[in-house]
């Protein structure tokens, strides 16, 4: 039998009320506050709280503070990436980000959802709603705009520019510029 936090990361209906869940995302939020309220020339203290708060990161990661996580340990960054102040990323399935990428300030991105009836999403023994998930990718050498929203099951491909304030609902190929709500490309990014 599978356990919650196994049903969660395979995208399954999953009690976020689970006691492994609960201990990791309570440990994200003392990691995150002591990020958040660290230096920020304090390099070595920020580098050391990422170890232990994200899954993986290559080298040259720079994340400004304030950063918001739900679990963190499902974040996977590649090297050279900048992410700017004020982005939430809900960690419950991974989000993969690549080389050379830049998030913007106030992205949010999303890998969990609720079922739209309501009899589907209350959990019975639990004040959390049951959830689903799935994952982010977002590609080498992709800018996410400030105030973007990623949603679940979202790929952005390589090359590709996201503007300001869009809303990603459904995945955006490669090398093209993309905007709006919803997300829609405007021209080949060539």
């Not at 419950?92 to 080389?99: A, H, K, L, Q, S």
């Not at 400030?146 to 590709?160: C, E, H, K, Q, Y």
Request: charged letters at 20%.
């Amino acid at each position: 039998m599978k356990t919650e936090k196994e049903k969660m990361l395979a995208g399954e209906s999953y009690d976020c009320g689970d006691t492994e869940l609960i201990n990791r995302w309570h440990k994200a939020k003392q990691l995150q506050k002591e990020y958040n309220d660290t230096p920020s020339d304090d390099i070595e203290k920020l580098s050391s709280l990422l170890d232990d708060l994200i899954g993986s990161r290559g080298e040259n990661v720079w994340i400004s503070a304030p950063f918001f996580v739900d679990y963190g340990e499902n974040i996977h960054i590649g090297r050279n990436v900048e992410i700017n102040m004020n982005c939430v990323f809900l960690d419950c399935n991974t989000i993969t980000i690549g080389d050379y990428s830049g998030i913007g300030p106030g992205v949010h991105i999303y890998t969990v959802f609720h079922h739209t009836a309501p009899q589907e999403r209350l959990g019975e023994n639990s004040s959390f709603w049951k959830s689903l998930t799935k994952p982010v990718n977002i590609g080498k050498n992709v800018w996410i705009g400030g105030g973007s929203i990623i949603l679940p099951g979202v790929t952005i491909g390589d090359g590709t520019t996201i503007g300001a304030g869009s809303v990603v609902t459904k995945s955006i190929p490669a090398n093209c510029i993309a905007v709006g709500n919803p997300c829609k490309v405007i021209k080949d990014n060539l």
